[in-house]
Nanobody
Framework: QVQLVESGGGLVQPGGSLRLSCAASGSIYSIGNMGWYRQTPGKSRELVADISRGGIADYADSAKGRFTISRDGAKNTVHLQMNSLKQDDTAVYYC??????????????WGQGTQVTVSS
């Protein structure tokens, strides 16, 4: 089995910072792209940032200049450093990873989500 577990969400004031982390574990042979998505009630899940196995990052326009995605291949983790947070960043944030598994089917796996609330 493959599991992705997020951490680091919470309540922060506008202009503040949060660092999200996601750790993948289980029957993993290798991991391809890893990314962060977010979703608010009534809206589709949207990409925030994505990073390739080689470390090439891609950001949504709303995240450029404020968020930084990074990964640690040895630990199968991905992080999202979020600075200058705005109320519009309030959402449930999900981690996704393309996992090549030794046992379960290879493909995209998702975490359970972590709530980020930006409010004064």
């Amino acid at each position: 089995q493959v599991q992705l577990v997020e951490s680091g969400g919470g309540l922060v004031q506008p202009g503040g910072s949060l660092r999200l982390s996601c750790a993948a574990s289980g029957s993993i042979y290798s991991i391809g792209n890893m990314g962060w998505y977010r979703q608010t009630p009534g809206k589709s899940r949207e990409l925030v940032a994505d990073i390739s196995r080689g470390g090439i990052a891609d950001y949504a326009d709303s995240a450029k200049g404020r968020f930084t995605i990074s990964r640690d291949g040895a630990k199968n983790t991905v992080h999202l450093q979020m600075n200058s947070l705005k109320q519009d960043d309030t959402a449930v944030y999900y981690c996704k990873a393309y996992v090549v598994s030794t046992i379960t089917p290879s493909g995209d796996y998702w975490g359970q989500g972590t709530q980020v609330t930006v409010s004064s």
